[in-house]
């Protein structure tokens, strides 16, 4: 009994890409491109009302959005105006 087993050609630019630069081509799996991180994450923890709980999940109903993304959005423009204020106003900002 034998078996056949069939070898795939490279593909002729990837192996000139090869012979010009010394280095292989790599393509990113979908696995690798799904679960890449764009930066170190850290988790916050924050005591809400409840009521404020609601409303944050019925807007990001609403919106289509992740709780996370929103929030995530509403620091970042919170502390841009933060800075925005002290950088107008010096240290003043903090104590009102």
């Known amino acids: 009994m034998s078996k056949t087993v069939e070898f795939r050609q490279p593909d002729k630019a990837k192996v000139d ?3 010009e630069t010394g280095t292989v081509p790599r393509e990113h799996s979908k696995l690798e491109v799904m ?14 009302p409840e ?18 993304e929103v929030v ?3 620091l970042m423009d919170a502390l841009a ?3 925005k204020l002290r950088s107008d106003e010096g240290q003043t900002w903090l104590a009102r």
Do not use: W
Not at 54 to 66: A, F, I, Q, T, W
């Open 17 to 19: 890409a090869f012979v």
């Open 51 to 68: 009521s404020l709980h609601m409303d944050l999940k019925m807007e990001c109903v609403r919106l289509g959005m992740k709780n996370y």
């Open 81 to 83: 105006e933060v800075r």
């Open 72 to 74: 995530r959005r509403a």
């Open 35 to 48: 679960t890449s991180v764009p930066a170190a994450m850290r988790q916050l923890t924050v005591d809400i």
